[in-house]
């Protein structure tokens, strides 16, 4: 079968790599993928906006299945346009229709559906331009450290977590006022939790589902989670504390409620559940949704998925998942990414990479491309190196020694990835 695969980053070289193992597949194209995507399959340059584009590009490829890896084709509707297509509409698209992804794209709908289907997720209000007192009196209400969030998409900056009331007050003001554009005309306003956070991951075909590995990833610039919020510095797999007891609770709290949720909906929703937790006592609560595997979790718990995975996008497409086997590896799965200096604010592209060869990690490229002279850096996450272990400990020293022998001008990653785990064997 030739797929399609859609997005550049770390998640799609990881999927990419998994994809091209599989004795399913004919052909692999990938739009439009980074320098290490194209090791398996043909990058094809694409504005994954570009919907007709897309289209064509289908069609020309004799694409007969597309696997869509980042959400913001998926918000604005990538899997109605092929299914609304005359030309399209027998090609399967991995990924939820509109009315699915908006879990992602608004946190207010989000909070709205949890609460309706009492799945555990802390206290709430929304506020808008026209009521923005009550959010700040609602603020009064609340204990520090304060959160806000950006109701719509806003690349992973849209969350505040402040400690002063006067601060947040302000913030709440900005936020209204277009600080993250159209995605902040609604905050939403929560209870602050606090606990471990962990990421858990499902696929569904829209009637059954299937729990994948769950990893936890690092999201702060700094060395002991200080610093800026970036797309994630690293992650592991499994998380020690996530044993049978807490995720039976996950399972039987968060993700059958929110899979039963949807079809009681009546939402087209095939492809990939993300749920954002936070073990509070014990206890799983919902942070958020995301509706695409996560990026660099992607880059742990594609390594340790052993069964086919195109078997498994095929059985969802068939609305067979409850039928599927899925296997997992029992060894751990760690990745630590390396940046560009700078990242998350200002940095330079185009720094020339030196990669050895490396036999005992994977190599996941995120924001990297080819030139005349090799591959050179093209965004804020460059790699995320891969590596398997007994446990999480073993793995990343594999990863570490890796980082190390991998060179650019300015390279950076954290060294404490893990820092706050104690592996349970």
Known sequence: ???????????????????????????????????????????????????????????????????????????????????????????????????????????????????????????????????????????????????????????????????????????????????????SNTVVIEEFLSGI?????????????????EAKDYKRIGEGDTGLNTGGMGAVSPVPFADKEFMDKVEKRIVKPTIDGLVNEKINYKGFVFFGLINVGGDPWVIEYNVRMGDPEAEVVIPRIESDIVELFVHIKNETLEEANIEFSKNACATVMMVSGGYPGEYSKGKQIEIPEINDSIIFHAGTRRNDSGIVTAGGRVIAVSSMGENIFDALDKSYKNAGLINFEDKYYRNDIGFDLKYKG
């Open 1 to 183: 079968m030739n797929i399609l695969l859609l997005g550049s980053g770390g998640r799609e070289h990881a999927l990419a790599w998994k994809i091209s193992q599989s004795n399913k597949i004919s052909k692999l194209f990938i739009a439009p993928g980074n320098a290490g995507t194209s090791e398996f399959g043909e990058n094809i340059e694409l504005n994954l906006s570009d919907f007709k584009a897309i289209k064509n590009l289908t069609i020309e490829k004799e694409i007969e299945m597309v696997i869509v890896g980042p959400e913001q084709p998926l918000v604005d509707g990538i899997s109605d346009y092929f299914l609304n297509d005359k030309d399209l509409k027998a090609i399967p698209v991995i990924g939820p229709v509109k009315a699915g992804a908006i879990l992602e794209g608004s946190k207010d709908f989000a909070k709205t559906f949890m609460s309706k289907y009492g799945i555990p997720t802390a206290g709430y209000k929304s506020f808008t331009k026209n009521n923005i007192d009550n959010g700040k009196a609602f603020l009064e209400e609340l204990s520090a450290p304060y959160v806000l969030k950006a109701d719509g998409l806003a690349a992973g900056k849209g969350v505040l977590i402040l400690d002063d009331l006067e601060e947040a007050k302000s913030a709440l003001e900005e936020m209204l006022n277009g600080q993250f554009g159209k995605a």
């Open 197 to 213: 956070e962990l990421s858990v991951f499902a696929v569904t075909d829209g009637k059954s589902y299937k729990i994948l590995p």
